[in-house]
């Protein structure tokens, strides 16, 4: 038996569409042939960076490299001191700040840079060497000191004005040498007076400091009467034979650094 089609169930018609079907459409669309590559390198030149890289690194070792020609300029000159003290003190600031304050540091710093440029590594190496042992003669009893009211301020970290005063008569000496006052025959003679006002001054403080921990008997020098410990102006045996002991110690140091020289 023939079934016969009319026409109008021929003819197309339009299929609707839900918001649901359009979206899944989309969403299940075919990729496109750049999304099937599994893999693309972004840098056509994978070796561009490991170039950037070494290049990086000798322009650091050339930067390095000069400044170490810099520090070890001879003779010394204001930019190679400046240098070489900002790489010793961020080297050595453990133990600056545990004997000097802030501001005490600051005037350190300006006291290294003149002596770098002054008497170059000799003269610093004698500077460190007197804070160092003053440091630590300062430290001495430190417990007792304070009970007793007779300790340095601040659990012994000194200030600018005690590293000024202290400096003063080296400092002087340090200009006059930079400046060649009095040509190469005066020049020792400001070595020589740089280096005896820190032995002096290094005597004093470590007198003072051992006297006012270990002192049994003090005695005031205008009058050579009996006084407590850590009177002004005072002195004690023990102080005494320590300061003359320090004294030795740094212009036996600086001999050393005047024979390495």
């Avoid at 170059?120 to 804070?131: D, K």
């Avoid at 003072?208 to 045996?237: C, D, F, I, N, Q």
Wanted: proline share 7%.
């Amino acid at each position: 038996m023939a079934v016969s089609i009319s026409a109008p169930l021929l003819h197309h018609r339009p299929i609707s569409v839900s918001p649901f079907q359009s979206r899944f459409h989309h969403s299940t669309s075919f990729p496109s042939r750049r999304a099937l590559i599994p893999f693309q390198n972004p840098n056509p030149n994978p070796s561009r960076p490991l170039k950037m890289v070494v290049a990086h690194a000798g322009s650091v070792h050339s930067a390095v490299s000069e400044a170490m020609k810099l520090m070890q300029s001879s003779p010394p000159t204001w930019p190679s001191a400046l240098l070489t003290n900002l790489v010793i003190f961020v080297l050595g600031s453990p133990i600056l700040v545990s004997g000097l304050s802030l501001p005490g540091i600051g005037a350190a710093f300006l006291l290294g840079t003149l002596t770098w440029r002054a008497f170059g590594p000799p003269g610093f190496i004698l500077v460190a060497t007197y804070f160092i042992i003053g440091t630590a003669a300062t430290k001495l009893k430190m417990a007792q000191k304070e009970a007793q009211g007779v300790a340095e301020k601040r659990k012994g970290r000194r200030g600018p004005a005690s590293v000024i005063g202290s400096s003063a008569a080296g400092c002087v000496c340090a200009v006059l040498s930079i400046f060649g006052l009095g040509g190469e025959a005066f020049y020792r003679v400001w070595k020589l007076g740089f280096i005896a006002s820190f032995c002096t001054k290094l005597s004093d403080t470590v007198s003072s400091e051992v006297g006012k921990a270990y002192g049994k008997t003090t005695y005031l020098v205008t009058t050579l009467k009996v006084v407590p410990r850590g009177t002004e102006g005072a002195v004690s045996v023990e102080g005494t034979i320590a300061g003359l002991l320090a004294s030795f110690l740094l212009a036996f140091v600086s001999c050393l650094m005047a024979r390495c020289s």
